[in-house]
Structures are given as C-alpha cells and as structure tokens.
C-alpha cells in the first residue's frame, strides 16, 4: 500500500513552459485535492476533485489544469509556468467528509526561473 | 470567511521541555479541527482532530489539543518534546462537508540540547 505518491519529486522549469505533475493514490479515495505551500503562508488549495470526472476549483486555481479520469489519478498541469508558481506542491486524498483524515503526498518542489 | 490564524511563526525549545502551540480560528459554524506536522522534506503527517465530545483529543507522538470554543482556540501541547519533534506543524479547519482544508500559515519549532 504506497499511500499518495508523487513524481517528479523536483522540477526546473523555465518561463513558459508547461508541465503535468502526477499524483496516484492506492487507497481507493474519492476525494483528492491540490496545495501549493509557500513559505508563512501555509498550504492553500488550487484544484480538487469529489470524484472521477468532478473536479473545482479552490483559492488559487489560475495558471493550474486538472482533470480526474480515474478514481486513483489526479494530474496537476501548468499550462505556462510562471515564476510565481514557484512552490512545493503537495497532492492529498481522502474518504471525503469533514470528519476524514487527508492522506499527503511528499511534494513536488518546483523552479520556474 | 473562514480563517486560521497561528500567532507564533517559529518556537525554541529544550528538549525535555513543554511545548504549546497556539491556532485560533474563525468559523460560523462548529469547527472540524486538525493539526497536522510535517518533517524537513516531508509531507504532512495528522496529529490529531476534533469533531465534538471531549474538548481535550489525544493525538500520534505524545500530543494533545485542547478545544475552547469560547476562545475559539485549538492550541497544541506536548509535555516533553524530544529533538525528533523538531518540525513544521499546521492547524487547520474544516472548509465545508468534503472535508477541503483552510490552513493557518505554520509554526516552526526548533529543539535544542
């Protein structure tokens, strides 16, 4: 049981280009979601997904893509990368429901320069 | 609007000594709360939670929180912190019924000899 697993696990980009980061859960979770951490600003949600084929935005969503084909994917695309989404990016996934423990990833760090 | 704060950015500590990490939050509502730790280089890892019932919840590692709704505080203790305590911990509130997080921005805590 791998739990949430991310790749890459670090990434530099340059200015404009595009990227998927990948996130794969074994846990059968129908919720799963993206954060972006930044330093003093804790995580705050980009994208996340109630199940296949659903998915929503959260508080920082521009310059992010996500689709949800199947319960156990959920790729986070950067469509042009900026140097502002330069940020450790973290992928979780959950039973669904306040009360549920979300399970996290160990994070992609990503350089735009 | 739903908010989390964490007062403290960073916390020295002695090992064998008290720890107290402070989270106040804004909900309309009665709260889902968490803390949540994360290592260097790590994901992030649950503590503890509270839904209702007994306003002090036991937690992994030693940790316990305290829930004071009058304070609207969910503050973090350890009675003894030992050196692999040395972490980032975030609290963090229940954003709605799928269980998306708000986080406060983190405190980070430094153990010495």
């Known amino acids: 049981n791998a739990g949430v697993t991310q790749t890459p696990k670090f990434q530099v980009l340059k200015t404009g280009q595009s990227m998927t980061l990948q996130c794969a859960q074994d846990?059968?979770?129908?919720?799963m979601s993206w954060y972006r951490q930044d330093p003093g600003m804790g995580l705050r949600l980009i994208h996340y997904?109630?199940?296949?084929?659903?998915?929503d935005q959260g508080e920082v969503p521009n310059g992010y893509n996500v689709s949800r084909s199947t319960t156990e994917d959920f790729p986070l695309r950067l469509l042009s990368a900026a140097p502002s989404q330069t940020s450790v990016y973290f992928c979780?996934?959950?039973?669904?429901?306040?009360?549920?423990?979300?399970?996290f990833g160990p994070g992609t760090r990503l350089l735009v320069l | 609007a739903q908010s989390v704060t964490q007062p403290d950015i960073h916390i020295t500590v002695s090992e064998g000594a008290s720890l107290e990490l402070r989270c106040n939050y804004s909900?309309?509502?009665?709260?889902?709360l968490f803390w949540y730790v994360q290592s260097p280089g790590q994901g992030l890892q649950l503590l503890l939670k509270?839904?209702?019932?007994?306003?002090l919840v036991q937690g992994i590692k030693g940790f316990e929180a305290e829930f004071k709704r009058s304070q609207s505080s969910f503050n973090l203790r350890k009675p003894s912190v030992h050196w692999s305590d040395a972490a980032e911990y975030f609290c963090a509130v229940g954003a709605d019924s799928w269980g998306k997080l708000q986080f406060g921005a983190g405190t980070q805590v430094v153990v010495t000899p």
């Open positions: 979780a996934s959950s039973l669904g429901g306040s009360q549920e423990t979300q399970y």
């Open positions: 909900y309309g509502a009665t709260p889902y």
């Open positions: 509270y839904f209702s019932g007994d306003t």
């Open positions: 997904s109630v199940g296949a084929g659903i998915t």
């Open positions: 846990m059968n979770h129908e919720y």
